[in-house]
């Protein structure tokens, strides 16, 4: 079983259109996240959310949002799609909050054309 | 606010060197947790250890080693006889556990090519 699932894995969409990303885990962890990783490598992350707070990194557009229905789930929509925003994009969770190990999804890569 | 530095961009290695991957951290917390993730050619990121702030202990796992001192700010990571399966991009990580933005920061990443 894969504990930390994201769909779909590639997204290829024209600038202007909104689209989601879908996250699942079943470790049970408390805490989800969101993270851009662009050409470079370099990881950021987005936003974290458990039960009880999200926590936005202020750097984010407001054209993202993280959505939770539950506390296996977190998806990101999109909104307004710019070329600048293709990069893969990983869900993670963790147990205990920031100290907890991250389990990371597969990723998906997003190409705004 | 919390920093981490890779300062090597890129370490090419022939197979069965030993390598060691830098890794500097700042912050102001007393309590805090570093990590190390690998992330292959395919893509996915995989964990690979945890130190929180009070355990200076080194660590071996296998072929794999870690270097946490305070004094320096320094978490290395060293991987003795290198094999092409241990090509990947590491990123070290820190996460600050009282206080601060609870938002964890990582380095920009050490890419490893192990050469056959």
């Known amino acids: 079983d894969t504990a930390v699932s994201q769909t779909p894995k590639y997204l290829v969409t024209q600038m202007g259109n909104d689209k989601s990303i879908k996250c699942e885990q079943n470790?049970?962890?408390?805490?989800m996240y969101w993270y851009k990783q662009d050409s470079k490598k370099f990881l950021k992350i987005m936003f974290s959310?458990?039960?009880?707070?999200?926590?936005i990194n202020e750097t984010v557009p407001n054209r993202f949002s993280p959505k939770s229905p539950d506390k296996a789930h977190l998806n990101l929509h999109i909104n307004s799609l710019e070329l600048g925003d293709s990069a893969v994009y990983f869900c993670?969770?963790?147990?205990?909050?920031?100290?907890?190990?991250?389990?990371f999804g597969a990723g998906t890569r997003l190409s705004v054309l | 606010a919390q920093k981490v530095t890779q300062a090597q961009t890129e370490i090419s290695v022939v197979e069965k060197e030993d390598v060691t991957l830098d890794c500097v951290y700042e912050?102001?917390?007393?309590?805090?947790?570093l990590f190390w993730y690998k992330q292959p050619p395919s893509g996915e990121l995989v964990f690979l250890i945890r130190?929180?702030?009070?355990?200076?202990q080194n660590e071996i796992s296998g072929r794999y080693s870690w270097n946490f001192q305070k004094s320096t700010s320094s978490f290395n990571f060293t991987i003795t006889a290198s094999q092409v399966v241990d090509s990947a991009v590491y990123f070290c990580?820190?996460?600050?556990?009282?206080?601060?933005?609870?938002?964890?920061?990582f380095g920009r990443g050490t890419s490893l090519i192990v050469h056959p």
């Open positions: 990580a820190l996460s600050e556990g009282i206080g601060g933005s609870y938002i964890p920061t």
């Open positions: 912050t102001r917390d007393t309590t805090y947790y």
């Open positions: 470790l049970g962890h408390d805490t």
């Open positions: 130190r929180n702030s009070f355990d200076e």
């Open positions: 959310y458990n039960n009880k707070e999200l926590i």
């Open positions: 993670a969770s963790s147990q205990e909050g920031m100290a907890g190990i991250q389990y």
